[in-house]
């Protein structure tokens, strides 16, 4: 069975589903909101479930054509005949882009029946689902692309999209701030730095291999390094490892500003100023996921990158390795995202920083080259942020319903969700604040047990998906040997427990204690259409960690046992090993990883003497697993002691973590308030004197006014008064007057006399004789 | 009595031609310059036919044939301008024919 032909459809139905809802929609709301809701949000979601089903009919296609990764071209783009180059529309159905497909479309289609319930009476309900699937479309290019220039596509179409649905409620603010509208320029702002970084690569790419497609530029790589090339630009040239470390390091760059990584991760915390399911969807389960899908899939690159640092000791700086600058960041991130979430109060901030922390998780995987533990934590985290977020969009839901069963006069208007602080006025009542919640375990069952669920998987508590995706990673930072991976390994360790500390710190003011406003107090239960998606998800974040399970042993020390497994590598007891139910995920992932091919015996990697690559442990790694555990419950509890036993009364009261003045720093500490300080002031003096300066008063004033237009107004004096009166009018007038003249001389022979005539016609012939004679003969 | 030979021709012609000319340019009655014209002329049909016997070919002959042709058309074209300007001008002196003076 071969459907890999089934792959262009994946596109169209988001498509459909995009016009549909951009073309008519409005007029179906606007006509009868009721069954006007009912068809814009089911035909897309419906288009959603549609690619999802394409996505499961690619998923069978490989499983029946042994994982072979197929190209299905759709349309020829860009061809320079002249250049040798083309590149085609293309998509790449292989196991990781499946597996993307499948995340996307699956998470993304019960986010869409979700916010059918949570979006019910908005007044632009049809636009929502047009961008809604106008996402899916872009995030479906972005993993199917079959080069970097398709996947870029992508890249920027999903950054529009966020975009739109970040400032989805535009709206003038009654102190005329537009907090949304602000929230998503500044998203797609910070996204333009790592875009250049992106783009930059590409070019970097094309100019180096020559191609832009995935197989012919990790080909030859591959071959440029084995041969040690050197690549030319012109005035200058570079060794071929200088230029793929400064690629892998420029998507990076590209990366940190998706994936919100230091330091560009500002945007993702505003982000959440979007609708509820904006946030599951785009900023914690899919679109922030790319960056780390574009360093897995560039694998190659980035196991290349290391290997230049090892053999040939060219880095960054010549200090550090690309992969191992990747695992800093991504392991500082993850530090420092999960000490802000502490200090936090809104409950989707929280959750925010928590995303910008797994993220971190993530890209420190991948700069470990734990590629598939990455790819692992991208789906479970996938499962259970979204999980949490549409449970905190449905608390949100149930603390607005309270709010509004108390004021009925209150005006209809949705929440400004960006209120970093909340308010001092007494009649302004923020939804989002925990400090107003409380209690709400009674009031919202489905929510709660879903939510806590998911809190406990992103705390890595054992039986959850979170538990076995992030102990993989750590395991792995753990058995491989390296300063770098050490000081990953301790940092993620770290965060990991402030996850569990500020998941527990969320799930007490929310859920436990006692309502603390009016609000919380006749907050209710969310309806069928919200609480569906959550329990689907909760079942997906139970389950989830079954598709790359460990093998487990129990004989000998653990440490010993996967320090064997490492050292003898993969050979065959790892065939054998992953042929029962466990490492799912990573023998199906491990046909779309070049850089597992390349490693193994007789690969072009394994002839260097000094690189090796980090492999991840098989088993599962006891002594992690159980500092893991005992941390993540230690922060559980910690936070259960600290907010439950002396939890606010009020919400007024402070906050006793307050007490511990080191950590509100992070509240204002961080990279925000540094470059409002520094980069945003710079950038608006440049600005202000590139507008002014520049191009007022040297551009228009001087060179306009000054040079060009005086300059023309000088030369066109010359030419009138000049050229054209002395010039053209004295020849022509000069034509006139020695024609003239002449004409009076030439008069004179004209006597009218025909005998006068008659001589001059004898005297000439007398001469033509004379010449004749005398000349002729 | 000596014989006449061709100079005596030549010399005739050219006395001829000389007084032709010399009424072309001389005299003012357009009749007698039209008179002059035809002693030209014929003094160069003289000419022809004396070369023509004093050579042995007919050449010389030939030509006085279309000369002649062309003087008497040229006679009929000439006398009728010669009545036309009359009738105009009253008058067929030459100096007054003077409308193309500059």
């Given amino acids: ?113 979700y916010a059918m319930g949570y979006m019910h009476g908005d007044k632009d309900f049809s636009r929502f689902f047009a961008y809604f699937n106008m996402f899916i479309f872009f995030m479906l290019i972005l993993v199917s692309g079959s080069n970097y220039l398709v996947l870029f596509v992508g890249w920027e179409g999903v950054g529009l999209c966020s975009f739109l649905l970040i400032s989805y409620w535009f709206t003038v603010e009654k102190d005329g701030k537009m907090v949304n509208a602000d929230a998503g320029r500044k998203a797609f702002i910070v996204n333009r730095v790592g875009d250049f970084g992106m783009v930059l690569a590409i070019i970097l790419i094309f100019w180096t291999f020559g191609s832009l497609g995935f197989e012919r530029v990790f080909e030859s790589a591959i071959e440029m390094t084995v041969h040690q090339e050197t690549v030319h630009f012109g005035f200058f040239s570079a ?48 679109m922030v996921t790319s960056g780390i899908y574009l360093l897995v899939r560039s694998n190659v690159l980035v196991e290349l990158a290391r290997v230049s640092f090892v053999e040939q000791g060219i880095g960054i700086f010549g200090v550090i390795s690309a992969p191992d600058l990747i695992a800093l960041v991504g392991a500082s991130t993850a530090l420092l995202a999960g000490l802000i979430a502490f200090t936090q109060f809104d409950i989707k901030k929280v959750l925010a920083y928590s995303t910008v922390s797994q993220l971190g998780f993530m890209i420190a995987a991948v700069g470990m080259g734990a590629y598939v533990a990455a790819m692992f934590h991208l789906i479970t985290h996938a499962f259970f942020k979204a999980l949490l977020f549409l449970g905190s969009g449905s608390v949100i839901h149930g603390m607005e319903h309270g709010h509004h069963h108390i004021h009925h006069a209150h005006s209809d208007d949705h929440p400004s969700d960006a209120e970093e602080f909340h308010d001092q006025e007494p009649d302004h009542f923020d939804p989002q604040d925990m400090r107003t919640m409380g209690g709400l375990r009674h009031k919202m069952k489905w929510t709660f047990w879903t939510y806590l669920i998911g809190a406990l998987a992103l705390a890595g508590i054992f039986p959850f998906a979170g538990f076995w995706s992030k102990d993989e990673l750590l395991a792995h930072a753990n058995v ?75 004989g000998g020390g653990a440490a010993a046992d996967s320090h064997a497994v490492v050292e003898e590598g993969h050979g065959e007891e790892m065939v054998a090993s992953s042929k029962g139910l466990t490492l799912a995920l990573e023998h199906w992932l491990e046909e779309s990883l070049l850089i597992f091919e390349l490693s193994e015996e007789g690969g072009e990697l394994a002839a260097y003497e000094n690189y090796e690559y980090p492999h991840t442990p098989t088993t599962l790694v006891w002594v992690v697993a159980i500092i893991s555990t005992l941390l993540a419950l230690s922060g559980l ?50 600005s202000d004197w590139l507008a002014f300066t520049v191009d007022w ?39 006139g007057s020695v024609t003239k003249g002449l004409a009076g001389v030439l008069r004179k022979t004209q006597t009218g006399y025909t005998r006068s005539y008659a001589l001059g016609i004898f005297l000439g012939a007398v001469l033509l004789l004379a010449y004749f004679l005398w000349f002729a003969f | 009595m000596s014989e006449v030979t061709i100079e005596w021709y030549i010399a005739l012609s050219v006395v001829l031609f000389t007084i032709g000319s010399l009424g072309v340019l001389l005299r003012r009655n357009a009749i007698i310059i039209f008179m002059s014209v035809e002693m030209m002329l014929n003094s160069a049909n003289l000419a022809f036919v004396s070369f023509a016997r004093y050579l042995g070919n007919l050449d010389g002959q030939v030509l006085v044939f279309f000369v002649i042709t062309v003087a008497a058309a040229e006679v009929a074209v000439g006398l009728a301008l010669i009545v036309a300007i009359f009738r105009t001008k009253k008058s067929i002196s030459i100096d007054d024919l003077n409308l193309l003076k500059g």
């Fill in chain 1, 1 to 113: 069975m071969t459907a890999y032909g089934l792959a262009p459809l994946l596109l169209i139905f988001p498509a459909i589903g995009f016009f549909f809802n951009a073309l008519f929609g409005r007029r179906f709301v606007e006509a009868d909101s009721k069954i006007g809701e009912r068809w814009s949000g089911w035909i897309a979601t419906l288009a959603a479930l549609s690619a999802f089903g394409v996505a499961l009919a690619l998923f069978a296609t490989l499983q029946a054509n042994h994982f072979e990764a197929m190209v299905v071209p759709v349309a020829d783009w860009i061809v320079i005949p002249a250049a040798d180059f083309a590149v085609a529309w293309a998509m790449r159905v292989d196991t990781l882009s499946v597996t993307m497909m499948l995340v996307v479309t699956g998470v993304g289609s019960l986010i869409h029946i």
């Fill in chain 1, 239 to 286: 060794p071929i490892g200088a230029v793929i470390t400064a690629i892998v390091a420029l998507f990076l760059l590209g990366a940190t500003g998706k994936s919100a990584q230091i330091p560009l991760y500002v945007w993702l915390p505003d982000a959440m100023a979007g609708p509820t399911p904006v946030s599951a969807l785009i900023h914690a389960a899919t």
């Fill in chain 1, 480 to 554: 491989n040997h390296s300063n770098v991976f050490s000081a990953v390994y301790w940092m993620l360790t770290i965060a990991a427990f402030c996850t569990a500390f500020y998941m527990g710190r969320q799930l007490m003011m929310v859920f436990f204690g006692k309502p603390r406003h009016g609000a919380a107090e006749h907050a209710h239960e969310s309806p069928r259409l919200m609480t569906v998606p959550l329990v689907i998800l909760a079942v997906l974040t139970i389950i989830g960690g079954s598709m790359n399970l460990p093998n487990i042993s129990f």
């Fill in chain 1, 637 to 686: 509890l910690l936070a259960m002691f600290v907010v439950y036993r002396k939890r606010p009364l009020s919400a007024t009261d402070p906050d006793p973590l307050q007490k511990l003045k080191p950590l509100w720093w992070f509240r204002i500490l961080p990279l925000e308030t540094l470059y409002m300080k520094t980069v945003v002031p710079a950038f608006k003096w440049l």
């Fill in chain 1, 697 to 735: 008063n040297f551009w228009h004033d001087f060179v306009h006014n000054n040079i060009i237009r005086d300059m023309f107004v000088s030369f066109s004096t010359f030419l009138a008064d000049v050229f054209d009166k002395y010039g053209v009018d004295g020849t022509v007038n000069g034509i």
